[in-house]
């Protein structure tokens, strides 16, 4: 389908790299659409906190995975360090935090090197950190160096209030549904697009959730599941697209109320390699 983000970051001069990371930070909905400040990139942010609203819920009104994915991805390498790139993320949720209205992060960097780094976090109500929704790990990548110059951003999230007229986040990203049960995303656009050009973490986990709710249903019947593990490998970046992201239910007679979904994105441009894969667990909520 082609590429139409702002570019490849990791391609141009010194002079330029700033205003591109810049330009390319300001377009991409990822953190700006859920609310998410990013501490020392975003101008006047120095916590790093989301709301939780009504589209980052399931059915029974728990937290779902991808917002998790975006209020604390992992490893926690910013881009004024490096050209960063997430190979796993994990997320294990303790509490569906069905009354929490506010997510806080508190970071711990376990290792970074000069081309892996190695983090972990907690994930928290902000209005009471010793209440813990989710505990958060992973390892990347750094693509790169970056030059000297970084400056803060101007980038304003998203302060619409919540409601449960909110469209899902599979609509706001472009994640459309094809007849035989999977969900893709048509190209990489501005919107959608990592700095270096390729798909962003925000909108593959998206569309993974999305597919792995609307197997669940086919499967089981009913959308009330909680999700409590989340384990993502990034394999390869996508450039290309379309990105088609197919779900498996595993373990459905399971008499423990807990179900396994498996989840693979492929970037069908690019001869249908694997992008992207998660492994999760679910619960039965009622």
Known sequence: MGNESMGDIRTLTPEEHWRHFELSWQALQSYTYLGKGTPFLDTGVDVEEMPLRHDMRNSTGGVMAAPLCIVSPEPYWRDDECVPAPVTMCYDILDPGHDVRRLHVIRDVISFGRQMGFSRSRIVDADDHSRVIAISSGCGVSLGDVPPGFYLVDNPV?????????????????????????????????????????????????????????????????????????????????????????????????????????????????????????????????
């Open 158 to 286: 998203n302060e619409a209030p919540d409601s449960p007229d909110l469209p899902p986040l599979r609509d706001v990203f472009g994640i459309k549904s094809a007849a035989d049960g999977s969900v893709y995303i048509d190209k990489v656009i501005p919107e959608l697009s990592s700095p270096h050009s390729a798909l962003h973490l925000g909108p593959i986990n998206i569309a993974m959730e999305a597919v792995a709710g609307d197997e669940l249903v086919r499967v089981t019947g009913t959308a009330d599941w909680q999700v409590e593990q989340w384990h993502v490998m990034m394999v390869k970046p996508g450039y290309h697209g379309p990105f088609v992201a197919r779900a498996v239910v595993v373990g459905a007679a399971s008499p423990t109320g807990r179900i396994g979904v498996e989840v693979t994105m492929t970037d069908e441009g690019a001869k249908g390699r694997i992008i992207a894969s998660v492994t999760a667990s679910f619960r039965r909520v009622g």
